[in-house]
C-alpha cells in the first residue's frame, strides 16, 4: 500500500487511531477535532480514517479535515468492504506499535481513549495485547440494547473470553498483534477472544457511551443477529484447533 506522509509524521508516533467509516459525512469534522483535543497533549499520535466506499459526501469531508490537521490520514476502499475490513486496511496502514479503534460516528467519546492508554500503562502483566472498552451505559434503541445483550451472552458463554460486551469499538491493542490474526469479514466483533487464542492477554476498562448525532446505523437484525450466531461456530472451531508451542533452541 503506498503510504503518504503528512509533514508532521515523519517520525512513527506513539500512537495510531484507526476509524472505520461508511457514510459518516456530518460526523468527520467533529471526530477530528475530538481525537485532537483528547489526544494533543497527551503523547505523539495519527488519525487513520478508512473511508469504505461512502455514497455520501464523507470522502469530501475527510479531504477538507486533512487540511486542517496534520495528524490525519486518510485511507479510501473502492467499493465498501465492511467494517472489518476497514478496521485492517488502517491497521496495516498505520504506524504506530499500538493501535486504539473507535466508531466514526462518535458514541465513543475520543476523551475515553486516555482511560485505555492509562490502563494499559499501568498494567503489569507481560502479554498484555488489549484494553477493551466496555460500554457502561448503551445509548441506543431497546431493540439494539436487547440483541445486542443477547449476543454478548451468548459469545462469553460459548467462548468463556470473560468480556461483558466486544460490541464496543473502543479498543487499544497491539498493533502487530492484530496483523496475526485469522482474518474474515465481521472478526471486529470477536478480537478479544482471537487475542486470547493467540496468547496475548485482554484487559477490560469501563467506557461511556453516546447516542448517535447524525446519520444512520448500519446493523440490523439480519447483518448483525444471524452472521453473529455462525460466526462465533467459526471461532469457536478456531479456539479449539489453537496450539500455542513454547519453543526453545539447543545452545
Ligand atoms: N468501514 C465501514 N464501517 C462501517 C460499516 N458499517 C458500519 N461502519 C462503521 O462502524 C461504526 C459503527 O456502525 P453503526 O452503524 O454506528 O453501528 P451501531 O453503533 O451498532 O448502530 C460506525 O463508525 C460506522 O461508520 C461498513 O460497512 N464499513
Ligand atoms: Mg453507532
Not at 13 to 38: G, H
Not at 70 to 89: D, I, K, N, P, Y
Not at 172 to 195: G, K, T
Not at 204 to 213: F, L
Amino acid at each position: 500500500m503506498e503510504t503518504k506522509l503528512p509533514n508532521a509524521l515523519t517520525q512513527a508516533p506513539a500512537l495510531s487511531v484507526v476509524v472505520p467509516m461508511k457514510d459518516e459525512m456530518d460526523n468527520v469534522a467533529p471526530l477530528v477535532r475530538e481525537i485532537e483535543a483528547a489526544l494533543r497533549n497527551h503523547c505523539t499520535f495519527e488519525i487513520v480514517c478508512v473511508d469504505d466506499g461512502s455514497e455520501d459526501a464523507t470522502a469530501d469531508k475527510l479531504r477538507a479535515a486533512k487540511s486542517q490537521c496534520e495528524e490525519l490520514r486518510v485511507l479510501e476502499h473502492e467499493f465498501c468492504c465492511g467494517q472489518s475490513t476497514a478496521t485492517r486496511t488502517g491497521v496495516q496502514g498505520a504506524r504506530a506499535p499500538w493501535i486504539v479503534t473507535l466508531d466514526g460516528d462518535l458514541q465513543n467519546p475520543p476523551s475515553e481513549i486516555v482511560k485505555l492508554i492509562v490502563a494499559r500503562d499501568s498494567c503489569a502483566e507481560q502479554n498484555l495485547a488489549m484494553v477493551a472498552g466496555q460500554r457502561l451505559k448503551r445509548e441506543d434503541s431497546l431493540f439494539k440494547k436487547l440483541s445486542s445483550q443477547i449476543a454478548n451472552k451468548a459469545r462469553s458463554a460459548v467462548l468463556g473470553d470473560g468480556i461483558r460486551d466486544t460490541g464496543c469499538s473502543l479498543k487499544l491493542f497491539r498493533r502487530d498483534v492484530f496483523l496475526e490474526l485469522p482474518y474474515f469479514d465481521h472478526m471486529h466483533r470477536f478480537l478479544p477472544a482471537l487475542i486470547q487464542r493467540a496468547g496475548g492477554h485482554v484487559i477490560t476498562v469501563d467506557v461511556e457511551h453516546r447516542p448517535r448525532a447524525t446519520g444512520l446505523t448500519k446493523y440490523g437484525l439480519g447483518n448483525r443477529l444471524w452472521t453473529g450466531i455462525v460466526d462465533l461456530m467459526g471461532v469457536l472451531w478456531l479456539k479449539r484447533r489453537a496450539k500455542q508451542p513454547i519453543i526453545k533452541e539447543l545452545d
